[in-house]
């Protein structure tokens, strides 16, 4: 179920959702202080091209709760609303279930994405 999963949701747009996410990193690794942004945008590049199978592990501190304030307050409540909204509107389908839960799931981890992460089950 993982494989045929991941397989149309890579059909389906994850491969571009993984793509911008992967470009974005790499704007953002440009300069020294957007590494860190840069480095969380890979981790959600990882789970946006493959999300079956997968699930998020918080590990955060103190650290990590300023920088998902931070980042939070930057651009993850949008990122995290977007995915949230395209995971209702799927889940209002029956067949759209299982790709409603991995949207949540990335929305989670657009909201707090420092201190997460991404393991396989």
Do not use: H
């Amino acid at each position: 179920m993982r494989f045929l999963g991941n397989l149309l949701w890579i059909l389906f747009g994850g491969f571009f959702s993984a793509l911008g996410w992967w470009l974005a990193g790499i704007f953002w690794c440009i300069t020294v202080i957007g590494i860190p942004i840069g480095l969380q945008c890979f981790k959600l590049s990882t789970i946006s091209l493959c999300p079956f199978g997968k699930e998020i592990v918080d590990e955060g501190g103190a650290g990590s709760f300023l920088l998902n304030l931070v980042w939070m307050l930057v651009s993850g409540l949008e990122l995290a609303l977007g995915n949230a909204l395209i995971g209702i509107v799927l889940c209002i389908t029956i067949v759209g279930i299982p790709f409603g839960k991995q949207y949540f799931k990335i929305a989670r981890l657009a909201l707090f994405p420092f201190g997460a992460r991404v393991v396989k089950k």
